[in-house]
């Protein structure tokens, strides 16, 4: 029955002696049933929503026991945060997504495919694969008012796809921070002059001298990377993944206080990570738009650029280019981790999703591309005072940034304020992927688990998952710790993530449905501008035909990818179980969708088809998680009545258009 305002009246007479009376009458004594359509229950005056029974046999009418239900301490549940402002989301989403990935690894994707000419599938992959999916995990997290896990109330039997997530982040989360202990490290060494990893040390002199005096064709070993290998990673101590060795600890306390740093910025979740995004997130382009102008004064710096851009347009007929730029708009914008559903989740029901999917993504894509001038004018330099071709120089990940780059810097006047100022902003771009990691990990266990938002409980739980983390990560940074690093690094977020991401787009185009996904953006956006509205239509047939097409091309391709070639670092050629326990990585994070989904079919009654009708439907609660205040609609009883069968029979016929 609905229990609306104008049901309830206030019956006529005295009120009762006390609260202690009232509530032993109530537990003692049926519900009085007076004449016509209305029932006293609390002291209150219920009318009947039904027409009243026809005349017949006298039938005794059942009595309501009424069990009192003591309402939640107030406190015991802390309410979810919301974001302080638009800005804060955009930058904190802006952030996350543009990472060390949108420096390292775009500018030498774009030179080995072909330079100018990868922007072409670089733009379509964004426009079909990149900007659907960007919209789905935000638009679901909006919706739904909830992280990872607890958002699947949509559609219970998905729900492994939330845990999935959950495990990327928490793998990224482990390897990712070693790369800012790595920064840390850099950070502190280039505070002094000359620069550790210049020819201007000491130390450095052979190898200097021997690096000018070796022929084109000889091995030659750089300054900078003996200063990587051998002072850094000490991986000149270890034969390979089964030899870890020691740990380093100058590493294990950049480690740990990298930590301190993410544990201190996400204590109190969005409201202290929104104010530090407003430095990590601008600070990068800063830099970046300073290293450009330095690079455009140093000699040689136009080779570099004209290798960066140089079009080679019969690489578009290569299925690895298209390959490359699919994977790279699926890295670069953070989609599957949970990271953005998590953000998304503190939004106002009805912020504009269309337009942050927008702004954040094509500024995440623009930010890559001119971060390829930074990255390449300068190498341009240094290629052209050591009369090598740029393609000699250049490099991807963190031979890049810990190798290549820093070596790059030392030959330019004034190296220490530019190593500072490079390895910062490598700071604030790591930091700002991980908040979001952290969120998306954070988020999907409080939700599931409210009352770790007490701030104490909050604090304990995250306390311990950072060192938790840090405790794993020390693996990381053992004298082995590379090939470990390089085994995660090309696993954890490999086949597995995709398969997640497939799940997610045919679950919710197909399962929940897509017209109703795409009516909750509309009632989303509904106070926007129409033509947030039109674009609806095209991210409908990308999210139903074109967007799992891609995906499963590049699915395809990543299998076909692990069975041609074996994993390498450097010279060093993985062995058939490191790759085996790479695989099983991948495995664990996908194979929780079917995991969860057997665990749904069984909480559910029926036959297997009834099961899963019932299991691909929402919940009650999804409606209610959205954001909107349903204050007014509904009223709360602190009282529970307990009806049998009799109560729907007789003089008591149900509506077919009453909810209990």
């Known amino acids: 029955m609905k229990l609306g305002p104008e049901r309830w009246r206030r019956p006529q007479g005295p009120e009762p002696a006390g609260e202690a009376a009232g509530a032993a009458a109530a537990e003692e004594t049926p519900v009085p049933v007076l004449p016509g359509n209305a029932t006293e229950l609390n002291g209150m005056i219920l009318e009947a929503s039904h027409p009243p029974p026809s005349a017949g046999p006298t039938q005794s009418q059942p009595s309501f026991p009424i069990q009192p239900v003591a309402p939640p301490p107030p406190g015991s549940i802390q ?3 919301t974001w302080g402002g638009k800005y804060e989301f955009l930058l904190s989403c802006l952030g996350y997504c543009v990472g060390l990935g949108n420096v390292w690894r775009f500018p030498y994707l774009c030179y080995r495919n072909g330079g100018g000419v990868f922007l072409i599938p670089y733009a379509i992959m964004l426009l079909f694969t990149g900007l659907p999916l960007f919209l789905m995990e935000l638009s679901l997290g909006q919706y739904g008012a909830a992280g990872p896990i607890t958002v699947w109330k949509c559609c219970p039997l ?5 845990v999935g997530m959950l495990l990327v982040s928490s793998l990224v989360s482990l390897y990712y921070n070693v790369i800012i202990a790595w920064t840390f490290y850099y950070l502190g060494m280039s505070f002094q002059s000359p620069l550790p990893w210049s020819c201007d040390a000491r130390q450095n002199a052979h190898l200097c001298q021997a690096q000018n005096m070796s022929l084109g064709n000889a091995s030659r070993i750089s300054a900078s990377e003996a200063f990587w290998n051998e002072q850094v990673l000490g991986v000149v101590h270890s034969s390979g993944l089964g030899d870890p060795g020691a740990v380093r600890w100058p590493l294990a306390l950049c480690l740990l206080l990298a930590w301190l740093v993410i544990f201190l910025c996400t204590l109190r979740g969005i409201h202290s990570s929104g104010k530090v995004v407003y430095f990590t997130a601008i600070f990068p382009y800063l830099v970046i738009i300073v290293l450009i102008i330095r690079g455009a004064t140093l000699e040689g710096s136009i080779d570099g650029v004209r290798f960066y851009l140089s079009a080679d347009w019969s690489r578009l007929h290569s299925a690895q280019v298209w390959n490359d730029a699919a994977s790279q708009i699926f890295y670069s914008l953070g989609i599957g981790f949970g990271g953005l559903l998590s953000m998304a989740s503190y939004n106002k029901f009805d912020n504009n ?3 942050d999917t927008l702004v954040i993504a094509i500024g995440n894509c623009c930010t890559s591309f001119f971060a390829g001038f930074a990255i390449f004018s300068i190498l341009g330099h240094m290629a052209w005072r050591k009369k090598v071709p740029v393609g000699e120089v250049a490099d991807t990940g963190p031979g890049l940034a810990f190798v290549a780059y820093p070596e790059a810097l030392a030959l330019l006047p004034g190296s220490t304020f530019w190593s500072v100022l490079f390895f910062l902003m ?9 908040f979001g990691n952290m969120e998306g990990i954070t988020t999907a266990v409080i939700d599931e688990f409210p009352s770790l938002r007490d701030f104490k409980r909050k604090t304990i739980f995250l306390g311990a998952l950072c060192f938790g983390f840090y405790l794993l990560g020390l693996l990381l940074i053992t004298e082995g710790g590379i090939y470990w690093f390089t085994l995660m690094d090309a696993y954890s977020t490999s086949f597995g993530l995709i398969i997640i991401v497939l799940f997610m787009c045919l679950g919710v185009a197909f399962f929940y449905g897509v017209s109703q996904f795409c009516q909750d953006i509309v009632d989303m956006i509904c106070l926007c501008p129409p033509w947030c509205s039109k674009l609806v239509l095209y991210f409908k047939a990308c999210w139903v035909v074109v967007t799992p097409g891609l995906l499963l091309f590049i699915l395809f391709y990543i299998f076909l990818d692990l069975s041609s070639t074996t994993l390498h670092y450097g010279a060093y050629q993985y062995p058939r179980w490191g790759e085996a326990l790479g695989v099983c990585l991948g495995v ?6 079917p995991l969860w989904a057997v665990v749904a079919l069984c909480k559910e009654s029926g036959t297997l088809a009834d ?12 409606r209610t998680t959205s954001g909107r205040d349903l204050s007014h609609h509904v009223i709360d009883v602190p009282y529970t009545v307990n009806l049998t069968d009799h109560d729907f029979t007789g003089a008591w016929p149900p509506q077919s258009s009453s909810e209990a």
Do not use: M
């Open 79 to 81: 309410p979810r945060e």
């Open 158 to 162: 998905l729900k492994g796809i939330g």
């Open 353 to 355: 999703v269309i337009r």
């Open 426 to 434: 490598l700071f604030t771009l790591g930091v700002d992927t991980l």
């Open 588 to 593: 664990v994070t996908c194979i929780q969708i």
């Open 611 to 622: 099961r899963f009708r019932k299991a691909i439907h929402p919940l009650n609660s999804w």
